[in-house]
């Protein structure tokens, strides 16, 4: 069973420009999260999502962030305009339905960088 | 959520037993205790996770105390490769997990 998927792993972005991350949760799996990690920082939660739901975006920026879960594909997280404080580690995670929800299981992560 | 606090770093010998601490005074009756750990640069692992018994699996054992108020992470054997950010989270259902500082643990040879 193949883990979490993120792609790209590497994503550079000059100031201005849309950045789209993807994300393919593990087979079986209807919860999708992604988190931002700063330098030197802890992860941040971002939004919570479940099949073209959006369960909980209390952690997404108000401009220029959106999220997805679409009924087929991955999910995708869409950066517009990107600035450099949007330099950051992005990573997924999914978990399973049922009495697994608590479990949560994170992809490599998408480094973004800002120039 | 409830706060945690954990020690900001620990050491621990390949071989012997690493318990990791964790305070949470303020957790509510239906918070669980998640525990993560974060190898540099990777995404965080998925540990193990409680709520008021202790709990083991094939990689840690979690010891909640009776009054919920602390726990301990337990690797029975640490090896090179449990070098890693450990973080103690406290929250409900689905849990939109919150990231404090953790505690590095460096095991060494």
């Known amino acids: 069973n193949a883990g979490v998927m993120q792609n790209p792993r590497h994503l550079v972005r000059r100031r201005g420009q849309e950045a789209r991350l993807r994300c393919s949760p593990m087979?079986?799996?209807?919860?999708v999260y992604w988190y931002r990690q700063l330098p030197e920082e802890g992860l941040k939660f971002m939004v919570y999502?479940?099949?073209?739901?959006?369960?909980?975006e209390s952690g997404m920026p108000k401009e220029r962030f959106s999220a997805e879960f679409p009924k087929e594909g991955p999910s995708i997280l869409r950066i517009q305009q990107v600035v450099r404080g949007d330099s950051a580690a992005y990573f997924c995670a999914s978990s399973p339905p049922g009495d697994r929800v608590y479990e949560q299981y994170f992809g490599p992560g998408t480094r973004l960088t800002v120039t | 959520d409830a706060k945690t606090t954990q020690p900001t770093s620990m050491d621990c010998a390949e071989g012997r037993a690493a318990n990791l601490p964790c305070n949470h005074s303020?957790?509510?009756?239906?918070?669980?205790v998640y525990w993560y750990r974060q190898i540099h640069s990777q995404g965080p692992q998925y540990i193990i996770h409680?709520?008021?018994n202790n709990e083991t699996n094939e990689m840690a054992s979690l010891i909640i105390t009776e009054d919920r108020k602390s726990s301990t992470l337990i690797l029975p054997h640490a090896t090179l490769r449990d070098t890693a950010v450990y973080y103690c989270i406290c929250g409900l259902g689905y849990s939109t997990l919150t990231f404090g500082k953790g505690t590095m643990l460096l095991v060494s040879p």
């Open positions: 303020t957790i509510s009756g239906n918070e669980y």
């Open positions: 999502l479940q099949k073209e739901n959006i369960i909980d």
């Open positions: 409680g709520l008021k």
């Open positions: 087979k079986g799996h209807s919860h």
